[in-house]
């Protein structure tokens, strides 16, 4: 009876982490296919679909991570007007994530987003203006000193 149970059990653990297997790679299965159609619509113009590559690519979801191809991406949406992709630009730049970093493009961008009303862009926006100015209020007292 003992060995009845234990075979049992030992069935039941193993079909469990089959089918486990089975629901994860059906989850891959689907991202990968969104990630497809996403390719297809964004190379077409589609401007959420680019935004989507782009947060796909960034993530590393359902394809292979390059932050140089999110950023790539973030851009043509941000360009035709998609203001959570201004967002995405202006981390970007501040991040240096598929790109150099740079304070003042990432100024634009979340400026951009900010327009629109992207909360998040709009704090980020003023912590970046803070630290420019205090940037060049150094530069300019260091050159002052110099004279």
Do not use: C, P
């Amino acid at each position: 009876m003992k060995t009845l149970i234990t075979a049992i059990l030992i069935l039941t653990v193993n079909l469990s982490a089959n089918t486990t297997n089975i629901y994860s790679h059906a989850k891959d299965v689907r991202v990968s296919k969104k990630v497809f159609f996403a390719q297809r619509a964004a190379k077409k113009g589609n401007v959420q679909a680019q935004f989507d590559l782009a947060i796909a690519y960034a993530t590393g979801n359902g394809i292979e991570k390059d932050e140089t191809k999110a950023f790539y991406w973030f851009h043509k949406s941000a360009r035709a007007g998609h203001v959570e992709a201004k967002y995405y630009m202006g981390v970007s730049f501040l991040q240096g994530r598929g790109v150099r970093k740079d304070a003042h493009l990432a100024r634009y961008w979340f400026k951009q987003a900010s327009k629109a009303g992207h909360k998040k862009a709009i704090f980020y926006l003023a912590r970046v203006e803070k630290s420019l100015n205090k940037s060049n209020k150094y530069i300019t007292e260091n050159y002052l000193s110099k004279i």
